[in-house]
Every structure is written in C-alpha cells, then in structure tokens.
C-alpha cells in the first residue's frame, strides 16, 4: 500500500478537499498509473451530492483517467512502464459470467467494479477515482491510447466517448444515415463528432437555438429546433436512429415521432423516471426505445482507435484540481464547451 | 350498389340496431363476400363510443370477417366462388409507397384504408365493417382461410391473431426462447397459443392469480403472478421476449426488470400514455421497448397458413347479432372467454 494525494468530498454537502487515500501494491497483473488528466463527468456531481443514493464517504469522483505507466505486474503483457493509458468507469467484474465473457464487463451479473464508489475487492471499503495523483488497475481494465490525440482531450472519451460510440455502433449506424443526436452537452457533442466520423447525416436536435452555430462546428449537417412544431413534422418519420442525450426527466414522444418505421432512439443520458410515453408513438410505426450504458472494455479500445484514426477528442476546458468545486456549479449551469478536465499535475505541486 | 342489412350505432351513445347500408358493385379486382361470422373486438366498442375520437357515424364495426366468395371480379385470379375468406383490420392501402411495398401496408404512408371508420373511395363517405351480410373488397386485402380450422373460431386471428403473431416473428422468436405474455385477454390467450406453437417456452404475466389454470389450458408452461415480487425477483432477467397485451395505462418498469440484456418488450394493447417509464430500466441491460401493429396482408396470410398447420384458433364464445349490446358490456368487463364471435346467419333471419 501507498499513500497518494486526491480531492475528495467527506460528505454529501461538503465541498472537495484534498485528502489522502490509499493505492494497493502492485500485483501480479496491476498497472500503476501516474494520473496526468482526469475528466470531469456530471455523474461526478451527482455521486459526491448523492443524487443517486448508495455514495461512500469519502468520494473520490473521476473516471475518465489518462496517465503514464509507472510500474506493471509479473504477468502483464500488454502494458509497459512510460506507455499512456487509460481507464474508465469500470476496474473490474467477475470476468465468468456471460456479459463478462461477451464483453458486456458493464452489465456484470456479480457486478462491475466502477472506478469509484465501488466495492474494493483488494482494500476493502470502496474504490477511489482519478482525483488522485495515482491510481493501480488491473490490466483488463486499462485501455491503450492512440499516440496522435492530444492526451488532455482524450480523457472524456473514456466515458462521454464511449457512451455515445457504444449504441451508435451497436445499432449499425451506417455512412449516410440520417442520425439525430438530442440534447448538446458533454455526451451530444460526442456523438455528433462520432456520428460525423462514422459518416452519417448529422441532425442535433435541441430546444435552443444558441447552440446551431456550435453543433455545426461540432459537425452536425443540420440543426433542429425541437420547439418548432413546424420544423418538427418537417423531420416527422426520417430518421434511421436517435440517440438522446438528455440528462433530466423530459418527454420522449415527439422524439419518437421523428423516426422511421422500424428504427430505434437510444437514451443514454436519463436514468430517471421520464415523461409518460404514448403507447401509440410506439406502436404507429413499430418503432422502439432503447438504453445503451457505457461500453464493455474491447468496445473501448475500439472507440479509442476510430477516434486515433479519425482524430476525434473532446472539446475540454482544463482547469486545476483546485478549481473543481468552480467547475461542478459550471457543469450544473450547463457553462461548459463540453468537458472539464483537471490536469493533475496541479495536485502534485 | 346493394343496400345490405348491418348493425350499427348512430351516435357514441347509441345502442347498435339494425340498420341498412350500401356496398359497391363488384369491381375488376373486388372480391365479394357473404359474410359467415365476425369477431368482436375491443376496438369495435372504442370507435362506436369514440373512445379515440374521429368516430364517423354510423359506425358499423367488425374487422374480424370470416365469409364465402359469392361473386369475383374479371381480373380476381386468387378466388373464386365457394371459397372460404377472410377480412382483417384493412381494405385498402395506397400500394405504392415504401411501406406498402414492403408488405408493411398498415403503416401506408398515405394512410391505410381501416374495415370500418375508413375513407371509402369507392362509394365515397366511410367504410362499413364486418356486422353485416355482405361485403365487397379489393382482392389484395382478402386472405385465404385454411379449409382444416373451425371457421368461426378464425375470424379473431384476422385482429387478435395478426397483432400477436407479426411481433412474435419479427422479434424472431425462436423454439426454447422464454417468451412471457402480459395479459390474458383476446390479444394475451392468442400471445400464449402461437409462442406455444412456435415452440417457446410460455410463461403467463397476470395480476390475477385466478387466471392461471386457464393460461396453462391455452399453453403456458408457467404463470408469473406480477404483483408478487419475490416471484418477479427470481425472474429477473431472464425473458428473452416480452409481448405486451395490457390494453390500459400501466406500470412497464416491473416487466422491463424481466428482460435479459438486449432483449425486447413489445407493446400491443396501450395505445394511450402510459405510467412514466425509468430511463435506468432500459440503460441497464441495454433493454428495449417496442410497439407493433396488426400485420401486412401477407404476413397475416403467413399467420392464418401457420394457423392451419398448428391447428391454433381462437377460443370463442359465438352470439345472435342480436345480443351485440349485451356483449359490448361483457368484453368491457372482461367478462369473456376470450372473444366474441357474431354468427352473421342471425342478421339474415
């Protein structure tokens, strides 16, 4: 065991500090991971306020964690000192059960281990995130990154990236498709930067109309005014697939409406109980809603290669791990373009 | 024209009586039917109410149409005279956009022409359905009926067969997959008799315990009491379908934890708004939740064919055309063993 410095929060109504926390020894097939960036994620806020209910104290938010291997286990393989990596919102799972072995590690019947605020199989209590100047993880669950991305703007794919690649993939978006991507924030301006590079007829669909001139930048081909009825019925059944990005309670339907016969929305951002939806906006058109969480960790690797390929990052805002509590009232306000991310090397100094 | 004799309702408030109304003349392609027997489907009782609006008086329901070919078209080369038909929820389509050509003619995109409550672009005013003697329809949209099945007891596969039958088989529903059916009403003992003769293994959702030796009858392996919810713990995750006929506003959060990963849920029944959905239900688990109606005409003859060969028929209570008043309050108090059934002969006396 070490000692390494992180920012933490002692209780749901306390601003983070920095704190120190304990890192396991290196085993067999750890990866030690000096942090040098870690993105900020509202999940972040919502587990240090516990929105959600089930957060340990102290929390140590972060899992979108890039860094330089610093030590690696007898039987890693993959990995060596001075590579960068990175890691996600998983560092474990049981690796037997069938979403396990079919690379689904996120819907791990025993439970993924998530990057914080999860069960700590090693040091028992619960795991600590990429607030911290260090941080060990087993090999499975460390992902390469492509050299030619700018490390900083890489940290956010790692779950915002992931999160949209994973359903856009998973549903087949092909070159062509019309896609709507709901919502632009953290997750939408990933999936219209995804969408785009898959090819797709790029439509971002957003209640305010601030936001087309950025989408275009972004690399939306169109944007739609989802409070403009009229523009609304324009795009009524032409869309092959929608992913909703929209992170609080709203109304699925005229979404829904949106799409072909036969094609499919993707919520990845709500988890919480949405407006009532029509039976009918299903049925006309046997159209269907789906949820999409994260990515299983070779999805990830994936992810991260297109993005090398396609030189696709995150518009991030860096800041120091000094200003985090400034950054959560920002990404509360929605005032960010689109990521923070801390550069880690302001806990060190 | 011929005036034929009908039953129908002159106003939401009105009782049915008898009443004369007019069919075409047989046309190139029309085939015309003397009608044998009709089932009664709910949706019969929400358009003589106006339950949904757009009711068009005065309404003569019944979109479950068993009859005999008594008069064919020059160019019908399908029929002829003698033969058993059917008529479902449909008599004309546009034919020629996307749906329509890809047998999809209930989603026509210039609006499908419904049995009843339909634009007649024939006589022009609206069409007239199945409580009668006579009805004349386009060749396309009559179905051939297996000489082997008890006629009467067909004629609810033209509605609650098709509408069970076309999600079954588009979600692929394979021998040995655990195919849960929610509801047991006309829709939910259908559900049961064709996953059972697809060679799924059938479980029964129902709130009512007191359904359950009767579910098994039909075919279901196992019935799942939903509001017991140790049972529904010990379910979790397991089903790899969900065919869901609730024709009311429900509560989908329960069955959805049903659902294995990637698995579907498709509705039947809702066509309103239902009890606000979880987005964290679809998320987890990648789940989805679809919507399906009735079938193109070709897949309902592919129903009716697998009808024949698997002997599956509709278990049917048969009534006076006289008694439809007293049936609309049986079928609205769920009071009927599982469908109304019109022998047309007692209009004719």
Known sequence: MSQVKAYGAQDKDADLKQIDIE??????????????????CHSDIHTVRNDWGGSKYPVVPGHEIIGKVVEVGNQVSNFKEGDLVGVGCMVDSCREC?????????????????????????LGGHTFGGYSEMIVVE??????????????????????????????????????????VIGLGGLGHMGIKLAHAMGAKVVMITTS????????????????ISKDEEAMKKHANSFDFLLNTVPVKH???????????????????AIEPLEPMHGGS?????????????????????????CGEHNVVSDVEVIDMQNINDAYERVVNSDV????VIDMESLRN
């Open 23 to 40: 890192r396991r020894e290196v085993k067999d097939k750890d990866v030690k991971i000096q942090i040098t960036y870690c993105g900020v």
């Open 98 to 122: 069938d979403p396990c072995k079919n690379d689904l590690e996120q819907f791990c019947e025993n439970g993924m281990v998530g990057t914080y605020n999860g069960k700590d199989k090693h």
């Open 139 to 180: 090999e499975h669950f460390v992902l390469s990154i492509p050299k030619n991305l700018d490390e900083k703007a890489v940290a956010p794919l790692l779950c915002a990236g992931i999160t949209t690649y994973s359903p856009l993939r998973h549903w087949n978006v092909q070159e062509g498709d019309k896609v709507g």
């Open 209 to 224: 109309p601030k936001k087309a001139e950025d989408a275009k930048r972004l690399g939306a081909d169109e944007v739609l």
């Open 251 to 269: 109304d699925i339907n005229p979404y829904l409406a949106l799409l072909k016969i036969d094609a499919t929305m993707v919520m990845v951002g």
């Open 282 to 306: 299903l049925i006309m058109g046997r159209k269907r809603v789906a949820g999409s969480l994260i990515g299983g960790i070779k999805e990830t690797q994936e992810m991260l290669d297109f």
């Open 337 to 340: 373009k689109y990521r923070f």
